[in-house]
């Protein structure tokens, strides 16, 4: 079946480093691929997506190319900020629920 | 603005109650899902609705049961809250094209404790 897996953290860097969180997937099919950001205290949001292969998604400074060869979706900053202290779930779109990797907790020391 | 509301930030209970976990969304969205967010774990999809007073069981439905009467309230029942329950519950909705398919939105999630 579908599946998702992202690299385990946590991850702790200082601020301006770059940044990349590793995922990979197995899936049927052609699914979306999506990063979501959960802050402190609060539900997840949406941060980027992408819809078909060597789609590039971005938003916030933050990107992630679909990578169909490589069954990859690897999300990177080029100069992290405290502000982006948070954890970040990579995901796929099933053919009737979205599948979520365990996670990845980004630590930002100033 | 979009928005998901979950009826409680914390909750505690006692083992054997019976518990509901209520969730509206103002968007007019089709589709609602329950999630439990345990660390380790991430997200484990309890039960999702595609329409009013259908569902579907999702990964992990043992021990819960779900309730959607109106399109926009979506709720969570534990019919005999136990000690494994305690976690992060989290409600989401996204709008039509498939459960699959599209963006979700999610609330801010109820902290369950179960003593």
């Known amino acids: 079946g579908n599946s998702v897996t992202q690299m385990e953290g946590p991850v702790t860097l200082s601020e301006e480093a770059f940044l990349t969180i590793n995922c990979t997937y197995t899936a049927t099919g052609y699914p979306s691929l999506f990063w979501y950001v959960q802050y402190p205290g609060e539900g997840l949001q949406l941060l980027l997506k992408a819809t078909k292969a060597d789609d590039k998604g971005s938003n916030k400074g933050f990107e992630a190319t679909y990578r169909k060869e490589t069954t990859s979706f690897h999300l990177e900053k080029g100069s992290v900020q405290v502000s982006d202290s948070a954890v970040y779930f990579c995901a796929l779109s099933g053919s009737d629920k979205i599948i979520f990797g365990k996670g990845t907790r980004l630590h930002i020391l100033p | 603005d979009v928005k998901v509301t979950q009826s409680s930030r914390y909750l505690v209970k006692r083992t054997g109650e019976k518990v509901f976990l209520e969730c509206v969304q103002d968007?007019?969205?089709?589709?609602m899902f329950w999630y439990r967010q345990d660390p380790g774990l991430g997200l484990r999809l309890i039960y999702f609705?595609?329409?009013?007073?259908?569902?579907e069981k999702g990964d992990i439905p043992e021990g819960y049961s779900v309730s959607r009467e109106k399109k926009e309230r979506f709720s969570l029942i534990l019919e005999s809250a136990s000690t494994n329950q305690t976690s992060m519950y989290l409600c989401a909705s996204s709008p039509n094209g498939g459960p699959g398919s599209g963006k979700l939105f999610f609330g801010s999630g109820t902290q369950l404790s179960v003593l």
């Open positions: 609705s595609y329409d009013v007073k259908m569902k």
């Open positions: 968007m007019d969205h089709e589709n």
